[in-house]
């Protein structure tokens, strides 16, 4: 789970409103060679249930039939298989699962070894993944765009078991 020091949070405009929601689970693994401040692989899984949007209503709709589906895909996942370090920022280029879609993604982040923090943002394409492209009552518009952001307080331990879990 997201240590209490970590934030994760996404943003997507709703008939002009912003909604901003939350991540409240993540699990990951980090690897990097011999501990260099260079990480080489990052795999990252996130119970689709653990979106929110703040509200009972919303969270329903976020995680029913239209949107995340958590009953039939209970997991996101990201699998790098690449890694660029340029100045003070790497970019991680790999799989970006959701709701049984995947693509290619790059997602640019800051870590910082010494503190064991990594931060992101970025945006997805939540049509590019099959999120919300249905008729929902009430609303007119939803942005495709949805902005992403996170600051992780890496901590030691394995949770590749959860993420085997989501592989399956």
């Known amino acids: 789970p997201v240590p209490a020091q970590s934030a994760m949070r996404?943003?997507?405009?709703?008939?002009?409103?912003?909604?901003?929601?939350q991540i409240a689970q993540i699990y990951g693994v980090l690897t990097w060679p011999d501990r260099h401040d260079r990480p080489s692989h990052i795999r990252l899984c996130v119970p689709s249930a653990s979106l929110s949007v703040g509200?009972?209503?919303?969270?329903?709709?976020?995680?029913?039939?239209?949107?995340m589906a958590v009953d039939r895909w209970p997991w996101i996942t990201f699998d790098s298989h690449l890694i660029v370090h340029k100045q003070d920022q790497f970019w991680a280029t790999g799989q970006l699962h959701i709701r049984g879609v995947t693509r290619d993604v790059t997602i640019p982040f800051v870590f910082m070894p010494k503190t064991r923090r990594l931060t992101a943002q970025f945006s997805v394409s939540r049509t590019a993944f099959g999120v919300g492209e249905g008729k929902v009552e009430g609303i007119s518009h939803i942005d495709d765009e949805v902005r992403l952001s996170f600051e992780l307080a890496m901590t030691e331990g394995d949770t590749s078991a959860e993420c085997a879990v989501a592989s399956k």
């Open 10 to 21: 996404f943003v997507v405009r709703v008939d002009g409103q912003t909604v901003a929601g």
């Open 55 to 67: 509200s009972a209503d919303g969270d329903r709709l976020l995680q029913g039939s239209n949107f």
